[in-house]
C-alpha cells in the first residue's frame, strides 16, 4: 500500500504545473534574480501569463510608435519608468513622434520617470502641456534639438513635473529667461541643465535660475553669447558645494571674474570647458588650478589666447587627477610648459591632450608628455609645424598602444570635452 502511494504522489507531482504551483509574486521574485536581459526577455516566452508578468516588470523601453501601438504598450508595461523616444539626425522616420504621441504617453504611462525625446522636430508645446498635465512624477526630460518648443510648453513642463532633476534644451532656440525663472520657483531639486545654443538665455535668466535652484551639478551654456560672468558668477556661489561640470563654449563675454569665482567658491569642479573664452587670463587660470587641483579632471581652453606657459605649467603641477586637456589655438604655449613633468616623480592620469594649432610645442615637448602619461589614449597635434609622424618615429617615443595620434583630422575626436 506504501509503495502505491508514493507513486500515485509521483504521478500528481508529475502533472502539477508551475503555474498552478507558484503565485505571481512569486514568479515576479524569480524574474528578479535573472541579471541578463536577453533571459528576461526568454522569460517572457515561456507562456502568456509569464510574458504579462515580464511586461509588468519591464522598467525600460526605446521604441518607435504610434498612437496606437503607445496605447498597447502602456496597456502591457504599466510599471515603465524609462521611455526613449528619441531620433537619430541621420536615420529620422516618418512622421516621428507627434503631439498625440504625446497626449497617449502622458495619460498611459503615469509612472514615468524618464523621457527622451531628443531630435524630435514635430512636436510642440501642446505635447509639452500634456507632459506637464499628466507625467507630475518626471525626473528626467531630454528635449534638445525639438526647434518648435517655446516658453509656454517648457514653462507647463516647470510648473507640473515639480520633481524635474535633468532638463536638457539644447538647440531650443526659442527659449528664453522666463523657462528659467519657473524652474526656479517650481523645480528646486533640478541638478542638470543643458541650455547648448540658447541664445536668448541672459545673466537675468541665470540669477534667478540661482535664486530658487542650488543644487545643481552640470549646466551646459555652451553657445549662449548673451550671457556674461555676472549671471554665472551667481550661479557658482548659489551651487557653490554641488557644482561639478560647468560648460561655457564660444560665451564670448566671460572673463577673470567667472573664472575666479569658481576658484573661490566651487572646489568641487570637475569639468570645465572655456573654449573662446578669450578675455580669461593667465593669473585666473592658475586661482582656478590651485583652489581645484584635487578635482579637476577635464579643462577644455582652446582659442584662450592669454594662456601661457605659466598657467599650463600649473595646470600640469597642481591638477594631478588631470585626464583630459584641450589647449589648441593657445599660440604662446611652449615645450616649457610640460618641463614641469620631468620635475616630478609620479606620472599624469592624462589620457586626452590636444595641442592643435600650437607652434610652439614641437617633437621635444610631446616627448615630456609621453614619458610622464602612461595612460594617454588620443592626443591631437594637427597643424603643429614642429609635429609630424616622421618627426615621431624618428624620435622613438613609446606611446601606449591604445593611444591614436591625429595628425590630419582623419581620427574622430572623443567627445569628452565637447
Do not use: H, Y
Given at each position: 500500500m506504501a509503495s502505491n502511494s508514493i507513486v500515485d504522489d509521483a504521478v500528481l507531482v508529475s502533472k502539477l504545473c508551475i503555474n498552478d504551483a507558484l503565485t505571481d509574486d512569486e514568479l515576479?521574485?524569480?524574474?528578479?534574480?535573472?541579471?541578463?536581459?536577453?533571459?528576461?526577455?526568454?522569460?517572457?516566452?515561456?507562456?502568456?501569463?509569464?510574458?504579462?508578468?515580464?511586461?509588468?516588470?519591464?522598467?525600460?523601453?526605446?521604441?518607435?510608435?504610434?498612437?496606437?501601438?503607445l496605447?498597447?504598450?502602456?496597456?502591457?508595461?504599466?510599471?515603465?519608468?524609462?521611455?526613449?523616444?528619441?531620433?537619430?539626425?541621420?536615420?529620422?522616420f516618418y512622421p516621428g513622434v507627434t503631439d498625440s504621441d504625446l497626449t497617449v504617453i502622458a495619460n498611459g504611462f503615469r509612472c514615468l520617470r524618464v523621457l527622451n525625446l531628443h531630435n524630435c522636430k514635430g512636436i510642440t508645446d501642446v505635447g509639452m502641456k500634456a507632459i506637464g498635465d499628466g507625467l507630475s512624477f518626471l525626473q528626467s526630460l531630454d528635449v534638445s534639438y525639438c526647434r518648435k518648443l517655446t516658453n509656454k510648453g517648457l514653462s507647463a513642463v516647470a510648473e507640473g513635473c515639480c520633481d524635474l532633476r535633468m532638463l536638457h534644451l539644447a538647440g531650443c532656440r526659442f527659449v528664453t529667461d522666463a523657462v528659467l525663472e519657473d524652474l526656479s520657483k517650481n523645480c528646486h531639486n533640478l541638478e542638470e541643465l543643458g541650455l547648448q545654443g540658447c541664445t536668448s538665455i541672459t545673466d537675468d535668466g541665470l540669477m534667478k535660475l540661482s535664486s530658487g535652484c542650488r543644487h545643481i551639478r552640470f549646466l551646459?551654456?555652451?553657445?549662449?553669447?548673451?550671457?556674461?560672468?555676472?549671471?554665472?558668477?551667481?550661479?557658482?556661489?548659489?551651487?557653490?558645494s554641488s557644482l561639478k561640470t560647468l560648460k561655457l563654449l564660444d560665451c564670448y563675454r566671460i572673463g577673470d571674474e567667472t573664472i575666479l569665482s569658481l576658484a573661490q567658491f566651487c572646489d568641487n569642479l570637475e569639468t570645465l570647458i572655456i573654449g573662446g573664452c578669450r578675455d580669461v587670463s593667465d593669473d585666473a587660470i592658475k586661482s582656478l588650478a590651485i583652489a581645484c587641483g584635487s578635482t579637476l579632471k577635464n579643462l577644455r581652453m582652446d582659442w584662450c589666447l592669454n594662456v601661457s606657459d605659466s598657467?599650463?605649467?600649473?595646470?600640469?603641477?597642481?591638477?594631478?587627477?588631470?585626464?583630459?586637456?584641450?589647449?589648441?589655438?593657445?599660440?604662446?604655449?611652449?615645450?616649457?610648459?610640460?618641463?614641469?613633468?620631468?620635475?616630478?616623480?609620479a606620472g599624469l592620469s592624462l589620457k586626452i591632450l590636444k595641442v592643435s594649432n600650437c607652434p610652439k610645442i614641437t617633437v621635444a615637448g610631446i616627448g615630456i608628455v609621453v614619458g610622464k602619461c602612461e595612460y594617454l589614449q588620443y592626443l591631437d597635434v594637427r597643424s603643429c609645424p614642429h609635429i609630424t609622424k616622421a618627426g615621431l618615429d624618428e624620435a622613438g617615443f613609446h606611446f601606449p598602444e591604445c593611444c591614436k595620434i591625429n595628425f590630419n583630422g582623419s581620427i574622430n575626436e572623443p567627445v569628452v570635452l565637447l
Open positions: 515576479r521574485s524569480i524574474l528578479g534574480r535573472v541579471e541578463s536581459e536577453k533571459d528576461k526577455e526568454t522569460f517572457g516566452l515561456v507562456c502568456k501569463r509569464w510574458l504579462r508578468l515580464q511586461s509588468s516588470e519591464r522598467k525600460k523601453l526605446a521604441a518607435r510608435a504610434g498612437p496606437l501601438m496605447r498597447r504598450m502602456a496597456d502591457r508595461f504599466t510599471r515603465l519608468v524609462e521611455l526613449d523616444l528619441a531620433q537619430s539626425v541621420s536615420r529620422s551646459d551654456i555652451n553657445k549662449c553669447s548673451n550671457v556674461s560672468d555676472v549671471g554665472v558668477s551667481s550661479v557658482s556661489r548659489a551651487c557653490s598657467s599650463l605649467s600649473c595646470v600640469l603641477s597642481v591638477c594631478r587627477r588631470l585626464e583630459a586637456l584641450d589647449i589648441a589655438c593657445c599660440e604662446e604655449v611652449s615645450d616649457a610648459a610640460f618641463q614641469v613633468l620631468s620635475d616630478e616623480e
